[in-house]
């Protein structure tokens, strides 16, 4: 048995070899007529959830995919889209029809929505975000040459690790870095570290370095060491699930596994894995 100390005084105790499976159900989304139906299969749902298990290994929880009984399609020309950045009453819209289609599916469930339309992801912590939005799987192609994950034969790269930051942000987990503009990141404001579930751009673990964030660093030096922006070191995580520089294989920290089973306990998601 290992005993790991995180924020807020939380203790988990993770059994060796013993883990909670969290089952996912993917829902391929079409628009209300039937068109533009998600292109995803059950191979690549299973996919994606391969590699969320191994970014997630030794947090105590796996994530399993039934391609039988856990692949459903629904029609819904709003949940297929995405709305404007600056258009809050229709991602309220969103979110009030994303939550109510939850309410129908089993509480022992992830739900992840598969979409036809865009290139992005998004969740956030229990009693708001109760589902994953997640595009189709070549819709989250990114460079070929871009970082040490996105290497590959095709001119389409999935990013593998959608899935695994995504279920992170469902959790709770807020991104390591504020997403400030690059002028005026200091160490001071380039990591949030306050307690609990704290708004989706900031950092709330104390055990993640300050990250100035991706967009601030050169890309030939985004899975190295030590950097330097506005004349201070960083030394930023990049091997951080919840950053956004998609090194090879990115993990939790100790303080945000403490964050992911407080967020367990709490009533949106304590049904999570239950028989």
């Known amino acids: 048995m290992k005993k790991i100390n ?6 988990l105790l993770i059994l060796v070899g013993c883990s909670t499976k969290v089952p996912i159900i993917a829902v391929q989304l079409s628009d209300d007529d039937g068109r533009n139906r998600a292109t995803i299969s059950k191979q690549e749902v299973s996919d994606w959830v391969r590699y969320a298990n ?24 709003l949940l297929n889209s995405i709305p404007a950045d600056n258009d809050n009453r229709a991602w309220e819209y969103y979110n009030i029809i994303g939550n109510y289609l939850v309410s129908l599916q089993p509480a022992t469930h992830v739900p992840v929505f598969f979409r036809s339309h865009g290139q992005t992801a998004w969740s956030w912590g229990p009693g708001q975000t109760n589902y994953i939005s997640m595009p189709s799987w070549v819709n989250s192609c990114r460079k070929a040459d871009s970082g040490e994950n996105g290497r590959c034969e095709s001119k389409c790269c999935p990013d593998g690790d959608l899935l695994a930051h995504s279920l992170g942000h469902y959790f709770g987990l807020a991104h390591t ?26 950092d ?4 993640t370095p300050a990250d100035p964030g991706v ?7 985004r899975c190295g060491g030590a ?18 520089y998609r090194c ?28």
């Open 6 to 11: 995180g924020i807020l005084g939380v203790s």
């Open 54 to 77: 191994s970014s997630w290994s030794g947090t105590g929880y796996e994530f399993t995919f039934d391609e039988e009984r856990d692949f459903i399609t629904v029609k819904s020309t």
């Open 177 to 202: 870095s504020s997403g400030i503009a690059c002028e005026a990141v200091r160490l001071e404001n380039a990591d949030g570290d306050t307690a609990g579930l704290t708004a989706a751009n900031w």
């Open 204 to 207: 709330d673990v104390a055990d």
């Open 215 to 221: 967009h601030c660093i050169q890309e030939q030096s």
């Open 227 to 244: 950097v330097q922006v506005n004349g201070i070191e960083f030394r930023p995580p990049v091997r951080n699930l919840m950053s956004m």
């Open 248 to 275: 090879a294989k990115p993990k939790l920290s100790d303080g945000q596994k403490a964050v992911i089973e407080s967020a367990r306990n709490n009533p949106w998601r304590i049904r999570l894995g239950a028989e």
